[in-house]
Each structure stands twice: as structure tokens, then as C-alpha cells.
């Protein structure tokens, strides 16, 4: 999930990096990593050295962090664990922060609702949800990533309903409202009003994601638990769960009737490889990491099954992965 500086990324000149080093390293007090790769915080198990790679140990240290890098310039990027990124292998002259500390990974009950921070996993926030005989979170059963990943790219599923038909849901049909942090490192709520939706993404980028409360429905864990399994069943029968992976590559195209998945399997695109780069054969919307892919190999096959699926079917499928890239990527495509 990106910070607010995404957009002016190409716009920077970082010249004073090496000035910076002792500064930031005492806001962060031993949080700090120098030329750390991002392979290493991606489930795909790609990604190239970042500048500095932040892990603040309290809201203080985020707070000071965030003003300090903001009035120098430095583009700054937040990350959860890593699900929906697919980042070059280029080195990348900014700052990645990752709220792994126990302070964003508060969680507790109020009435029926429950508060989780930005750095609960969505595995956890559904088992507490279910320990608390509280119902609706089980969708995300399944889902790798965070609370604040989940959010920034609303993240959610298409279920079959009980008429046969299918219904897209996702985590901000939960929301009542969200923490955030902006770039001057001041922390604010937004209630849902303020907060614009979509298949899958949001207004959420410009912030750093603290937590949100989300409100759910009691009912008994026995019913809750079945949901789990079945959700967890409709994933592990049809979906990349063994090898490295960015999640789904594509979003579901609007106004089709066909999936992403099925449109790149009917292109017959499954098991196609580029060097280490191929798409799944458990499901064609899935490009895994069979040992050593790289960046270049990935958008390459993203290409292709882009390319070959508005020849067959006429759909321009859109990347549904966050793709963080920079100058020396521009002649890949």
C-alpha cells in the first residue's frame, strides 16, 4: 500500500540522502534498515533495495518519522506484508515504512464491533471476530495481507449466492471508520462518508493507516466456522496457495460476464512460463515465483496475458497488483 507520495515519485531528486542517515536512525531508535531488499517483504519475492526501511516502535516514532522525511523531500511508502505488490528490482532512493511493532496490532471488542490495527493480518482479525461470536469478516478467510493493505485496495472476493448468481463483497461493507496519519504525521479519524470506495481501491492512499473499527453481526461461532471452511475451501480448491505469489494479477473486468481468471485460462495461458515467471496452473489470474523471477520477466507475462485476452475477447483487463516502479523501467512496457 503506497503513501501519499506515489504520485510524485518520478518527481524526485534525493540529494541529500547520505545527510539524513544519522537523523533518521535516532527518530527510529534501531528501526532502521539501509539498502534493505524488498524481496525479502513481498510474497512474490520480488522487489529491489529500498534506501531506508523503517519499522517505528511506537505512534511517536511514526508520527516524527513521517514529518521528518516529508519536509525533506523524501518520498515515503508504507507496506503490509507484502500480498498485492509487484516492485522492481531497481534500487529505490526512498523510504518504506512497516508498522510490524505490537502498537499497530491492537485489537479488541466494543458492542458488535470490533477495533484491529493496520498491522493485524486479515487471518487474525477473522479468527478474533469468530472467538467473539461476531459474523460478516469471514470472506476475507484466506486473504494474505493486513488490515491496512485490505483496506487501501478494499480488498474482498466474489461469492456465488444461494440463486446462483455472483456478488462481489469486500472489507469496506465493514468499515464505520478509519485512523489515519497524514504527511505532516497528524493523526485523524475518517468515518465512512469521507471515504470513497471502489472494486478494489480507495481514497485511502494519501495516509498512513492506523486502524478502523469495524462493525459485524453476532451470531453463533458454529455458523461462523462453517462459513470459514467454506470460504477457506473455495480458495485452497482453486487458487495459488503453495508458491510465491502477488495474489491475483488482474482485476475482474466490469460489464463480464467471465472473470480475469477465466478469460487468461480460455487463452490457454496456464503453465506459460517466461524464465522463473509463470502463470499458475491452479488459477490463470495468478503469476507465481518459481525460484528466482524478476520484476522484468513478470511484466512481460502481464503483457502477454493482457495482449491475448483483448485480441480473443476484446477486454482490457487492469492490473489489480500495486506495481512500484521507476525511471530505468519505463522501456518495459
Request: glycine share 10%.
Amino acid at each position: 500500500m503506497a503513501g501519499w507520495l506515489l504520485e510524485n515519485f518520478y518527481k524526485m531528486n534525493i540529494s541529500n540522502i547520505s545527510q539524513i542517515d544519522d537523523k533518521i536512525r535516532g527518530i527510529c531508535k534501531g528501526g532502521v534498515a539501509l539498502q534493505e531488499p524488498l524481496k525479502h517483504h513481498t510474497t512474490i519475492g520480488i522487489g529491489g533495495a529500498v534506501s531506508y526501511f523503517l519499522s517505528p516502535g511506537d505512534m511517536a516514532q511514526l508520527s516524527e518519522a513521517v514529518k521528518f522525511l516529508s519536509s525533506n523531500r523524501v518520498p515515503l511508502f508504507v507496506i503490509g506484508r507484502g500480498s498485492n505488490l509487484l516492485i522492481t528490482d531497481a534500487e529505490l532512493p526512498f523510504a518504506v515504512i512497516k508498522l510490524k511493532e505490537a502498537c499497530f496490532k491492537n485489537m479488541y471488542r466494543s458492542d458488535n464491533k470490533i477495533f484491529a490495527g493496520s498491522g493485524v493480518g486479515l487471518g487474525e482479525f477473522v479468527n478474533f471476530a469468530a472467538s467473539e461470536d461476531l459474523a460478516n469478516s469471514e470472506f476475507l478467510t484466506g486473504i494474505p495481507g493486513t488490515i491496512g493493505g485490505a483496506l487501501i485496495m478494499n480488498a474482498g472476493v466474489r461469492d456465488v449466492m444461494d440463486d446462483g448468481g455472483k456478488k462481489d463483497i469486500s472489507i469496506s461493507g465493514l468499515v464505520e471508520k478509519i485512523q489515519v496519519m497524514d504527511k505532516t504525521g497528524k493523526m485523524r479519524w475518517l468515518s465512512r462518508q469521507e471515504i470513497s470506495f471502489g472494486y478494489r481501491s480507495s481514497s485511502l492512499k494519501e495516509y498512513i493507516l492506523l486502524g478502523a473499527w469495524f462493525v459485524l453481526c453476532p451470531e453463533r461461532k458454529k455458523n461462523i466456522s462453517e462459513r470459514m471452511r467454506r470460504f477457506l475451501a473455495k480458495k485452497s480448491g482453486s487458487q495459488e496457495l503453495v508458491l510465491p505469489s502477488a495474489g491475483c494479477i488482474f482485476k475482474n473486468p466490469k460489464n463480464c460476464e467471465m472473470s480475469a481468471g477465466e478469460l487468461i485460462e480460455r487463452c490457454k495461458l496456464k503453465g506459460y512460463s517466461i524464465g522463473d515467471a509463470q502463470v499458475s496452473g491452479a488459477h490463470a489470474n495468478f503469476i507465481i515465483n518459481k525460484g528466482d523471477a524478476s520484476y522484468q520477466e513478470v511484466k512481460a507475462l502481464m503483457n502477454i496475458m493482457r495482449e491475448m485476452v483483448l485480441d480473443k475477447f476484446g477486454v482490457e483487463l487492469e492490473p489489480e497488483v500495486e506495481i512500484w516502479e521507476n525511471k530505468k523501467d519505463d522501456s518495459d512496457g
